[in-house]
C-alpha cells in the first residue's frame, strides 16, 4: 500500500510540508514570516567580551566562529543563511559545512558582533550550539577523502586514455611506450590511491578479523604485481586501467554512501549540552563570570531564564519555574522552593535564580547519564554483504590453494596465471559497492519522506518489525491538553476572565486554553499573582478571581476558577494526542503490538494509552532514563520511538531507535533515524524502503554471486585469462551499479511519489 | 607518427595541470562549502546600510 502524498511547503515548495502545518521546516515559517528578512537582524543583541575570548579562534587579523546548528531541512534555511553576511556588519567568509553541520564565519578583531549571528540562528529557528573544539582534522580528513576521490578518478581516467589505442590494436614499441605511461600514471593509485584499503586491510590481518578490505588490497596488489612483473619481462598482460577504475569506483561508492549519512551528530557530550558559555557566579563574595566547566562546589550561581543548569545546587532564591523533560520527558513547567535540588540539566523558564553548588558539572548523575552513552554505543555488527565478501575471498584462497596443491602439472606460469585471474575475476568488488549504494538510494528516498537516517545498517533491522514502544510526552502528545468530553462547556464571559488572567502565562495550560478559545479582548487584572505550581490570582472589576490546577485525577487535570473565594467553574483537560497521531495509532494496532514506556505519571499514561487502544499491560509509566533501559530489555520491541534526553538509554538500547521531530539533540544524536515531524503514517514508506532495498540487495547479490561463481570457476580452469578477467570484473560491476539505480517498481514508484 | 613525442607529453602535461588545480583547491578549501556559495552570488536582498566589509579593511 501507498502512502498518501504529501502537500509542498509553503515557503520553499520543495520539502513536504509538516502534518497540520504548511511549512517544512521552523526556518521557512521564519523567513515567511519575515519575508523581509532584514527586520530580523537583531541589532540590539550584547556583545561579551568574554564570549568572543572562549569560543573565538584568532587566525592574524581575524577571529573565526564555528556554530554547530540542526540540519538544514530545505533551500530556504540555506537562503536565510546566506543573508547574515548581508545583515551583520563585519561578517566575512560565512561557510556552512554539510557533513558536519557546522556553520563558520569570521570578524575582524575589534569588530566581532558573534551574538548577534547566534540570535539571528535562534531566529531561524536552526538551535546553534558554539563549537568551541577545534575540529582541524576532522575537516583535514574530509578534505583528504575529496583529494583521493578525485586523483584517482584523474589518474585511472588517463590510465584508460592510454590503453584505449592498445585495446584498438596498437602494436610495436608504441604499445610499449603506452604500457609504460600507464605503468607510470598506475604508481600513485598504488602506492597513494589505495593506502585506506591496506591500512584496513592490515589492521583485519592483525586484529584476526576478516573484513572485506582485506581480500579487496591482496586482489589489487596480486593484479598489480602480476601487471608489473608482465611489463618488466616484455608482455602484454597489463591490467592498470581496470586495477584503476575498480579502485575509483569503490572510493565513489563509499563516498557516496558517507555524503547520504549524517556526520555531525556526534555522540552526547557535556560541550554540546550546555549552549551558554559564560556563566554569572558569586565566589567568596566576589561576582566573576566564568565558564561552566570552572564552576565549584560551593560558588553561589546565577541563573537566568533560558539556562541550561550545568551543575547540581540547592535553590536560594525563593522560587525558580524551570523543566525537568531530560528526567521525565515531560515539558510542563514545575515550581521550585527555596532549598530544593535543581539538578544538572534542568532548563530555567522564567525568572532568574541562585542556586549554591553542591556538585561540580562533571560530577553530576547528568554528566554520568551522558558518559555511560559515550560508553555504551551499539556493537559494530558485519553487514551480510561484509560476511558474504568474506565467504567468497576464503573460498577463493581455498581454489587457489587447491590449484597450488594438486595442479603443479600445470607448471608454475600457469598456475600463477590462473591464480590471478580468480583474484580478480572473483574479487567482491561487485559486493563491496552494490550494497553501500543501494543503502545510499534508500537513504536519500528515506529524506525524501521526512527521515534522516544515520545507521546505514538500520535497513535489514527494519524488515521484522512486530513491537512498536512509544515515548509518551513529546513523541505521542505534543504537550497540548483538550477539554474531556463531560467537561462543561463556558460561557464567553468567563472564558475572556480565565484567558485575562492566563495572559502573561506561557504555561502548557494557558496555551491550550489560548488554542482552544482563540483571541478574547483582554480585561484589566490588578493585584495580578503567579502562585508557584498552583494557578494565578487576580482582581477582575473588584472581584477576586483565582484559577488553580490540581494534580490528574481519573486520568485528567482538573482547573478551577473562583469568584470571591466559591468555586465557579470546573473545566476538565485531558492530554491531547500530536496531529496525525490517533489515526496512525489506530492503523498501527492492526499490523502491531504496540506499547508506551513513559516518564510520564502512570495514570496519565493509562488515560492516554486505553483512549487510543493500547492493551492496558502495554502501558508503563513512572519510568526514569534507566528504567526506560530495562523496560526496552524485557519487552524487546523491534522500534521504539522517543524524544527526550530521559530517552536516551532506550533509544541507544532498541534495535531500532527513531526519534522525532523537536527531539533534544541528544536524543537526535542517540537514534538510528530521524523523524522530521510525528506523521507516523509515515512509516508505512519506511518499511517499504526496507523491504524494497533488501529486495534490491538479493538481487545483486544474487547476480555477483552467480557471475563470481561462473567466471571464478572458468579462471580456475584456465578459460579466463587474467585480461578476460579484469575485462569482465568492470563489466560485473557496471551490471550492478545499472541494476542498483534502477532500483525496483516500487523505489521507483515511491521515488517519483517522493 | 612521430608527432606522438610531443602530443603525449603535452596530454599528460594538460592533466597534471589540472591535477595540481584539484589539489590547490582541495587544499585551500574551495570545495568546503557547495551550498552557501553559489547562493550568495544569486542573493539579491540588499545589504544593510553601512554593512560592506571594506570598513574593516
Known amino acids: ?754 | 607518427m612521430n608527432i606522438l613525442l610531443v602530443l603525449v607529453p603535452l596530454a599528460l602535461l594538460l592533466s597534471l595541470s589540472f591535477m595540481i588545480a584539484f589539489l590547490w583547491a582541495t587544499r585551500s578549501g574551495q570545495w568546503d562549502d557547495l551550498d552557501l556559495t553559489p547562493m550568495k552570488i544569486l542573493d539579491e536582498t540588499p545589504a544593510k546600510e553601512g554593512n560592506t566589509h571594506e570598513e574593516h579593511d
Request: with cysteine; glycine share 8%.
Open chain 1, 1 to 754: 500500500m501507498f502512502s498518501q502524498p504529501v502537500p509542498a511547503c509553503s515557503y520553499c515548495e520543495a520539502q513536504p510540508a509538516r502534518l497540520g502545518d504548511l511549512y517544512c521546516c521552523d526556518g521557512c515559517r521564519t523567513l515567511a514570516e519575515v519575508s523581509g528578512v532584514s527586520s530580523a537582524a537583531p541589532d540590539a543583541t550584547v556583545e561579551d567580551p568574554l564570549l568572543v575570548d572562549r569560543v573565538g579562534r584568532r587566525r592574524g587579523p581575524l577571529t573565526r566562529f564555528e556554530c554547530h546548528v540542526d540540519p538544514l531541512a530545505c533551500e530556504a534555511c540555506l537562503q536565510g543563511l546566506v543573508r547574515l553576511e548581508k545583515i551583520v556588519p563585519g561578517l566575512q567568509d560565512l561557510q556552512w559545512n554539510r557533513g558536519q553541520s557546522v556553520l563558520s564565519f569570521q570578524f575582524a578583531q575589534g569588530h566581532e558582533l558573534p551574538a548577534r549571528v547566534y540570535a539571528f540562528l535562534q531566529d531561524l529557528k536552526l538551535s546553534p550550539r558554539w563549537k568551541t573544539e577545534d575540529d582541524q582534522g576532522l575537516l583535514k580528513a574530509e578534505r583528504g577523502r575529496t583529494l583521493r576521490l578525485g586523483l584517482t578518478g584523474a589518474f585511472a581516467a588517463n590510465i584508460m586514455l592510454f590503453s584505449v589505442p592498445i585495446y584498438a590494436g596498437l602494436a610495436g614499441s608504441l604499445q610499449s611506450v603506452f604500457e609504460w605511461v600507464q605503468f607510470l600514471i598506475f604508481l600513485p593509485v598504488l602506492l597513494w590511491s589505495a593506502q585506506p584499503f591496506y591500512r584496513t586491510a592490515w589492521m583485519s590481518f592483525r586484529l584476526r578479523q576478516l573484513s572485506v578490505d582485506l581480500p579487496l588490497a591482496i586482489a589489487f596488489l596480486a593484479g598489480s604485481g602480476f601487471s608489473i612483473f608482465s611489463l618488466a619481462s616484455g608482455g602484454h598482460e597489463i591490467y592498470f586501467d581496470s586495477l584503476a577504475g575498480f579502485l575509483f569506483l569503490i572510493l565513489w561508492s563509499r563516498s557516496l554512501l558517507e555524503n547520504s549519512l549524517s556526520h555531525y551528530l556526534e555522540t552526547p557530550s557535556l560541550e554540546r549540552f550546555f549552549d551558554k558559555p559564560i556563566f554569572t557566579l558569586s565566589r567568596a563574595g566576589v561576582t566573576t563570570r566564568l565558564p561552566w566547566q570552572d564552576i565549584l562546589t560551593g560558588d553561589l550561581l546565577h541563573l537566568e531564564a533560558g539556562d541550561r543548569v550545568p551543575v547540581d545546587g540547592r535553590l536560594v532564591s525563593p522560587s525558580l519555574e524551570v523543566e525537568t523533560a531530560w528526567m521525565t520527558g515531560e515539558k510542563a513547567p514545575h515550581w521550585r522552593l527555596q532549598g530544593s535540588l535543581i539538578q544538572a540539566g534542568t532548563r530555567v523558564l522564567s525568572r532568574s535564580g541562585d542556586v549554591l553548588v553542591t556538585q561540580a558539572a562533571t560530577h553530576t548523575e547528568f554528566a554520568r547519564l551522558l558518559k555511560s552513552l559515550q560508553g555504551g554505543g551499539r556493537k559494530l555488527r558485519p553487514s551480510f554483504e561484509a560476511r558474504l565478501g568474506t565467504a567468497l575471498v576464503l573460498s577463493c584462497f581455498g581454489a587457489i590453494l587447491a590449484l597450488l596443491l594438486f595442479g603443479h602439472s600445470l607448471g608454475l606460469g600457469e598456475i600463477a596465471r590462473r591464480a590471478v585471474a580468480v583474484l580478480i575475476v572473483a574479487c567482491p568488488c561487485a559486493v563491496s559497492f552494490a550494497a553501500p549504494l543501494s543503502r545510499a538510494k534508500a537513504n536519500r528516498l528515506a529524506f525524501k519522506n521526512g527521515f534522516w537516517v544515520q545507521d546505514p545498517l538500520v535497513w535489514s533491522r527494519l524488515l521484522n518489525v512486530r513491537r512498536i514502544a512509544f515515548d509518551k510526552t513529546g513523541t505521542l502528545t505534543g504537550g497540548q491538553f483538550s477539554f474531556a468530553p463531560h467537561s462543561p462547556l463556558v460561557d464567553r464571559h468567563w472564558k475572556q476572565i480565565i484567558l485575562s488572567l492566563e495572559n502573561v502565562s506561557i504555561h502548557p495550560i494557558a496555551e491550550s486554553l489560548r488554542h482552544a478559545w482563540g483571541p478574547l479582548p483582554v480585561l484589566e487584572v490588578t493585584d495580578a499573582v503567579e502562585i508557584p505550581g498552583l494557578g494565578v490570582r487576580g482582581k477582575i472589576a473588584g472581584d477576586s478571581y483565582e484559577l488553580r490546577g490540581s494534580p490528574f485525577a481519573d486520568g485528567h487535570l482538573r482547573v478551577e476558577l473562583s469568584r470571591n473565594d466559591h468555586k465557579v467553574i470546573e473545566l476538565l483537560l485531558q492530554d491531547d494526542a500530536a496531529p496525525g497521531v490517533a489515526e496512525a495509532l489506530q492503523r498501527f494496532h492492526k499490523k502491531y503490538e504496540l506499547f508506551i514506556i513513559s516518564g510520564d505519571q502512570q495514570r496519565r499514561v493509562l488515560e492516554f494509552g486505553l483512549r487510543h487502544g493500547f492493551p492496558e499491560k502495554n502501558l508503563h509509566g513512572d519510568l526514569g532514563p534507566e528504567n526506560k533501559k530495562l523496560k526496552i530489555e524485557e519487552i524487546a520491541p523491534d522500534i521504539y520511538f522517543g524524544d527526550g534526553t530521559n530517552d536516551l538509554l532506550a533509544l541507544k538500547k532498541a534495535p531500532v531507535s527513531i526519534a522525532v521531530s523537536a527531539a533534544s539533540l541528544e536524543a537526535q544524536a542517540a537514534a538510528d533515524i530521524l523523524m522530521f515531524d510525528t506523521d507516523f503514517g509515515r512509516c508505512d514508506s519506511l518499511f517499504e524502503i526496507a523491504r524494497e532495498t533488501a529486495k534490491l540487495n538479493q538481487r545483486n547479490l544474487g547476480l555477483a554471486l552467480a557471475y563470481n561463481l561462473l567466471a571464478g570457476a572458468a579462471a580456475l580452469s584456465g578459460l579466463i585469462t587474467p585480461l578476460g578477467a579484469a575485462i569482465l570484473m568492470p563489466i560485473a560491476s557496471f551490471t550492478l551499479l545499472a541494476s542498483t539505480l534502477h532500483g525496483t517498481a516500487l523505489l521507483r514508484h515511491l521515488e517519483k511519489n517522493a
